[in-house]
């Protein structure tokens, strides 16, 4: 009996052991379900989304990615009733393979999933930073950034903002970063966009449009035609061309914006310089007399005053002037009918900016932003720093606000629906007066 009851104990003492070695290799990765559907749910340059179906078992999930034959661990998710990630922190245009594996925890001993299923990704491209240029007549040039890991660049242009009207060009040299587009009419403004692609699976996959750019077609001269409907001023300088650099920085202002002024200058400045002049011309600029040495004032200009200094200017840059201004403004019969002989309209001011009394940028630079209206034509001088700093700082602003820089021929012109007539003083661009002697 006592042999029976050991060998019964035995067994019992067996199966228990028994049970505890189920129960221990109870939790190991063969029991642990694999995941299954994992799934690339989205892309960004720089990250991949990934979703899978739930393992019942499982107290979470580990992804890795896969690089040749190894697994690095790129993300823990702890919560079993998550059943999705995004991986960040990637290289863009790259191809990555993830594996998604379940895993359980049992005291001090945590198994996972030994069955995986592969899931590719491929990310986007960058998102292009690009800038369009009217650099050449009747064309813009459309630049963006070289990316060697894409397929190539989807440019689009359209003159709408909601590019319902646009026009496409693609371009498969990953190695190129620009693209001319020509014969535009001038003056019309585009909107302009760029996107690099790539191809994974034989998918096309494309990065986000870049931020709309926007400019100008030009002519010959590098300006754009005047739009009759949009709000029109015309800045002119006095007194130059300026030996302090004033004149040239204002040059260099007009140049990068592509804009256009007018510049009443003295025939005894432009006989010095003339590189200067010849500039002015150059950019499409109105060229102006503001008598010879501005030795007589007002009322008291003779018609020497005048002629001379167009003869002065004539011979420094090959153009006559074709408008005058009185130093003072002043005008009177003799003064206009010299300047209806010479061809020449007189332009008096709508918008005083006070340069020459104040000296101060900021306060010349308010003058014209918080006061100007469409049609104006504003007084200022090229012989001061101040007023070059101010102009360079009013034209991005005013530009922004739709405001077109034009000649005073061409502001009168377009508000009045006639050419300026010579011998008569223009204030604005419909006012005129032929009163202020």
Same mark, same amino acid.
């Given at each position: 009996?006592?042999?029976?009851?050991? !060998?019964?104990?035995?067994?019992?003492? /067996? *199966?228990?052991?028994?049970? @505890?070695?189920?129960?221990?290799?109870?939790?190991?990765?063969?029991?642990?379900?694999?995941?299954?559907?994992?799934? $690339?749910?989205?892309?960004?340059?720089?990250?991949?989304?990934?979703?899978?179906?739930?393992?019942?078992?499982?107290? @979470?999930?580990?992804?890795?990615?896969?690089?040749?034959?190894?697994?690095?661990?790129?993300?823990? *998710?702890?919560?079993?009733?998550?059943?999705?990630?995004?991986?960040?922190?990637?290289?863009?245009?790259?191809?990555?393979?993830?594996?998604?594996?379940?895993?359980?925890?049992?005291?001090?001993? !945590?198994?996972?999933?030994?069955?995986?299923?592969?899931?590719?990704?491929?990310?986007?491209?960058?998102?292009?930073?690009?800038?369009?240029?009217?650099?050449?007549?009747?064309?813009?040039?459309?630049?963006?950034?070289?990316?060697?890991?894409?397929?190539?660049?989807?440019?689009?242009?359209?003159?709408?903002?909601?590019?319902?009207?646009?026009?496409?060009?693609? *371009?498969?040299?990953?190695?190129?970063?620009?693209?001319?587009?020509?014969?535009?009419?001038?003056?019309?403004?585009?909107?302009?966009?760029?996107?690099?692609?790539?191809?994974?699976?034989?998918?096309?996959?494309?990065?986000?449009?870049?931020?709309?750019?926007?400019?100008?077609?030009?002519?010959?001269?590098?300006?754009?035609?005047?739009?009759?409907?949009?709000?029109?001023?015309?800045?002119?300088?006095?007194?130059?061309? @300026?030996?302090?650099?004033?004149?040239?920085?204002?040059?260099?202002?007009?140049?990068?914006?592509?804009?256009?002024?007018?510049?009443?200058?003295?025939?005894?400045?432009?006989?010095?310089?003339?590189?200067?002049?010849?500039?002015?011309?150059?950019?499409?600029?109105?060229?102006?007399?503001?008598?010879?040495?501005?030795?007589?004032?007002?009322?008291?200009?003779?018609?020497?005053?005048?002629?001379?200094?167009?003869?002065?200017?004539?011979?420094?840059?090959?153009?006559?002037?074709? /408008?005058?201004?009185?130093?003072?403004?002043?005008?009177?019969? !003799?003064?206009?009918?010299?300047?209806?002989?010479?061809?020449?309209?007189?332009?008096?001011?709508?918008?005083?900016?006070?340069?020459?009394?104040?000296?101060?940028?900021?306060?010349?630079?308010?003058? $014209?932003?918080?006061? *100007?209206?469409?049609?104006?034509?504003?007084?200022?001088?090229?012989?001061? @720093?101040?007023?070059?700093?101010?102009?360079?700082?009013?034209?991005?602003?005013?530009?922004?606000?739709?405001?077109?820089?034009?000649?005073?021929?061409?502001?009168? /012109?377009?508000?009045?629906?006639?050419?300026?007539?010579?011998?008569?003083?223009?204030?604005?661009?419909?006012?005129?007066?032929?009163?202020?002697?």
């Amino acid at each position: 009996m006592s042999r029976k009851i050991r !060998l019964t104990g035995l067994f019992i003492m /067996a *199966v228990i052991l028994l049970a @505890g070695l189920i129960a221990i290799c109870g939790v190991s990765s063969q029991n642990i379900g694999p995941v299954k559907s994992p799934v $690339v749910v989205g892309t960004s340059d720089n990250s991949a989304k990934l979703s899978w179906k739930r393992v019942g078992s499982s107290d @979470g999930y580990f992804v890795y990615q896969k690089k040749g034959d190894k697994l690095k661990k790129v993300k823990t *998710v702890k919560d079993p009733q998550k059943l999705g990630c995004t991986v960040k922190n990637l290289d863009d245009s790259t191809a990555y393979t993830f594996v998604v594996k379940a895993f359980k925890q049992n005291k001090k001993k !945590l198994v996972e999933s030994e069955k995986f299923t592969e899931v590719s990704a491929f990310t986007n491209p960058k998102q292009q930073v690009a800038e369009v240029e009217a650099v050449q007549p009747n064309s813009l040039k459309i630049s963006w950034q070289a990316n060697s890991k894409c397929g190539g660049y989807e440019i689009q242009y359209a003159k709408s903002k909601d590019f319902s009207d646009k026009q496409s060009i693609n *371009v498969k040299d990953v190695n190129s970063d620009s693209t001319d587009v020509m014969e535009l009419a001038v003056g019309d403004e585009y909107n302009v966009r760029v996107r690099s692609y790539v191809y994974f699976n034989e998918q096309k996959i494309n990065g986000r449009w870049s931020k709309i750019k926007n400019a100008k077609v030009l002519d010959a001269a590098g300006i754009a035609k005047v739009d009759a409907t949009k709000p029109m001023i015309a800045v002119t300088f006095d007194d130059g061309p @300026g030996y302090n650099g004033a004149s040239d920085k204002i040059l260099d202002v007009i140049e990068k914006y592509h804009i256009k002024a007018t510049f009443f200058m003295l025939g005894s400045n432009a006989s010095n310089l003339t590189k200067n002049v010849k500039r002015k011309v150059a950019l499409g600029c109105q060229i102006g007399n503001h008598t010879y040495n501005h030795e007589h004032y007002g009322k008291n200009v003779t018609p020497a005053d005048i002629t001379k200094a167009s003869d002065a200017i004539e011979k420094a840059c090959g153009v006559r002037p074709t /408008a005058f201004r009185s130093p003072g403004g002043i005008t009177t019969e !003799l003064i206009r009918n010299t300047c209806k002989q010479e061809k020449m309209p007189l332009y008096y001011w709508s918008l005083d900016t006070q340069d020459w009394k104040s000296r101060n940028a900021d306060k010349v630079y308010n003058a $014209v932003v918080k006061n *100007v209206s469409d049609g104006d034509i504003i007084l200022m001088h090229e012989i001061y @720093g101040s007023t070059a700093d101010a102009f360079e700082r009013m034209v991005p602003v005013l530009l922004k606000k739709g405001y077109q820089f034009v000649t005073c021929d061409e502001l009168v /012109a377009a508000k009045s629906g006639k050419k300026p007539e010579p011998g008569t003083q223009y204030v604005d661009g419909k006012t005129i007066n032929n009163k202020t002697s």
